[in-house]
């Protein structure tokens, strides 16, 4: 969590100090300080991610053994009755009762293989899935710091933070059309 939180504070703060220097240097610093603030309290999340996909997988793992001691049960169930129905007919346990009991219990095998190799896919699915979701909040948070500063060695070589810009008046603030404009000369004589 702590590396996005950090390529985010940077990048907010670079981007708040482009935006903040049209209003001179002290323009610049508190939109350095807004933009890192709210950089940093935007950043973060890998971590939640990563959780929840584990937390996900332990339910995917849960209910997959539930499903699967419910079909040991009914095979159980089935291959009893199956038995059993043979026993109470008075025919002898072989040949072809015998060997439909055992097709039945291979049968419920595969699928019981073929649940659990499932799930285990499942499980790997969802948490490469949360390690992709983590990875890409931390490049979103790198991303936002290289914009950032983009933005701002942008204002820098715009002549923003440049005190000797005739754009500024002696504070560092960006004159307004209003406050630079100077009447004709032929005006008030």
Known sequence: M???????????????????????????????????????????????????????????????????????LMMNTAVGETKARTYASNILDTGSAKKYRNMMETEYRRELAYDRMMTKKQVEYTLEGGQVAADSIKRAGIGSMFDGFTKLGAAAAGGAFDTSNPALNEQGVARTSAASYKPPAYIGT
């Open 2 to 72: 702590q590396d996005s939180q950090i390529t985010g504070g940077l990048g907010g703060a670079a981007q708040g100090a482009a935006t903040g220097s049209a209003f001179g240097t002290y323009g610049a610093i508190a939109g350095g300080v807004i933009g890192g603030i709210s950089g940093i309290l935007s950043g973060g999340g890998e971590d939640e991610a990563q959780k929840l996909a584990e937390e996900q997988a332990k339910m995917i793992e849960m209910q997959a053994r539930e499903e699967q001691r419910k079909k040991i």
